[in-house]
């Protein structure tokens, strides 16, 4: 794959617009962003090579900085800023709203944390207080992947294992 003046490309980075640099020169520009967000917001929603409105507006204004007469250090600096307001939006929409079973499930984990040390602390309880059956909350841990026992136990042991480790 080869980038041409004007391409955009998501890279994948820790915060938004982590870096930003450009060679006008060459016709470079480098905006380093979280690409793995955006790409699971937008992964259903647009086909392979769909520019959305905002990108290409961002395009022009690339095309238009780089054509024609060299910019200075504030100009460059300027455009670079107007691109990253234009991407902003693209790349920071909002995540979809928990379901009501992610809240259930996010609620029975902080019960658990909650209740690590205590005793009672069982599947049984654990449906008895959210007020779901046992094989509801069996069904709501093997959704994500786990068993409920197994992961009471495995954060029990998580437990045991900081406190040896901050022993001297």
């Not at 959704?143 to 992961?151: E, R």
Request: net charge positive; charged share 20%.
């Amino acid at each position: 794959m080869t980038l041409a003046a004007g391409d955009i490309t998501l890279i994948d980075a820790p915060a938004l617009l982590d870096c930003l640099a450009a060679d006008l020169a060459s016709g470079l520009i480098a905006a380093a962003a979280p690409a793995g967000g955006a790409i699971r917001r937008h992964r259903h929603r647009l086909p392979a090579g769909q520019i959305l409105p905002m990108v290409q507006l961002s395009q022009r204004l690339l095309l238009e900085s780089m054509g024609g007469t060299a910019l200075s250090a504030s100009e460059s600096e300027a455009a670079l800023e107007a691109i990253a307001c234009l991407l902003r939006p693209v790349l920071h929409q909002r995540e979809p709203a928990p379901s009501r079973r992610e809240k259930q499930f996010q609620k029975i984990i902080a019960l658990i944390d909650a209740s690590i040390q205590s005793e009672h602390l069982r599947p049984e309880w654990l449906a008895s207080e959210t007020g779901m059956s046992v094989r509801s909350l069996y069904r709501l841990f093997a959704d994500k992947g786990l068993v409920v026992a197994q992961y009471i136990k495995n954060r029990r042991l998580d437990l045991c294992a900081r406190a040896l480790q901050k022993c001297p």
